[in-house]
């Protein structure tokens, strides 16, 4: 079997097995019966979250390549967003996602240099809403994390949002240069290389972002609805349980707090450290007995069904031979 049958298979195990064990431990007496009031209508609501999410994402990476001076269809978006989806649940720390970004993104005739700089454009301005929103998730929503109070969080979050702006501020006066040249000698070339390259991509991102404000908040305005639409697959789930009076601004609010996590989680696609962390966020927010369920249908539609869609598309344009070199 090759790199990729193994990798493919390994995947398909750790969602079973990571899905399985979610379940099991989540189940009680009261789980049959709540999931037999379940209403199916929700789940095609769920899908229907998920495209419409898709589509302010694929129109987002259309805006951010004219910004570029190059152009792609939305068909080409579209690949590009599932395709990174494919690869991110076969990587460690879904790093093979903005692999997959660039190389569907060259595929449509946007040269290798701008596609890096959209790739991380593109994950900028989707931290940037989250990170903007979290202050006031904080302070609506106490004791969102258990161990931590709001107040520790919210000082960890404006640290952090204070350390964002001043690398950005000291990258683009060119401070930053000489601290990673100094930082870079005890690195082995290949690695001085790749660190030297991002950091020039990075450059150029926050370039292309503060190079038009118009451009810059349509961007961060897609961003937001691209979030909102793949986090309100949670909300029409629990419609479908008959959870009719719940806090929706909670549940959006705790949604955009894990999502926000998971950006930083090692784990391909964030397998496991989601499932456990919508577990602690939802536990009560839930019918009893059926936030595993839950847990594992947001990330069968959310990640899983995309990542099929991915598959398809990588394959087709790109064939196996270069997903094993990817993986290999």
Known sequence: MNKFGRKFIGAFLLVVFISAAVIYATVD???????????????????LAMALGMFFDGSRLMHLVKISGEKITLYQA????????????????????????VMFLRHAGVPTGKAAVLVIVRTLASIFFLAFLL???LINDKGILPGFSNMTLLCLIFFGIFSIVALIFLAR?????????????????KRRKMMFAFYRDTKSAVKLLSASPKSLARVLLESGLNSL??????????????????DWCTV??????????????????????????????FAEAVPAGTVGVVAV?????????????????????????????QLG
Do not use: H
């Open 29 to 47: 007496i009261n789980t049959v019966a709540n999931l037999t009031a379940f209403k199916p209508w929700s789940l095609l609501l769920a899908v």
């Open 78 to 101: 579209v690949q590009v967003i599932f395709g990174n989806y494919f690869l991110a649940l076969l990587t460690p720390g879904a790093t093979g996602g903005a692999v997959a970004q």
């Open 135 to 137: 202050p006031f998730i």
């Open 173 to 189: 006066k060119g401070y930053l240069d000489g601290i990673l040249k100094k930082f870079s000698r005890k690195l082995s070339t």
């Open 229 to 246: 639409c793949i986090y309100a697959i949670v909300p029409c789930l629990l419609l479908g349980l008959g959870v009719y009076d719940a």
């Open 252 to 281: 959006m609010g705790r949604m955009i707090f894990l999502n926000l996590l998971l950006y930083f989680t090692p784990t391909p696609g964030g397998a496991g450290l989601a499932e456990g962390g919508f577990v602690i966020l």
């Open 297 to 325: 249908c947001w990330r069968l539609i959310a990640e899983y069904l995309p990542f099929i869609i991915g598959f398809y598309y990588t394959i087709s344009v790109f064939g196996r031979n270069f997903i094993n070199r």
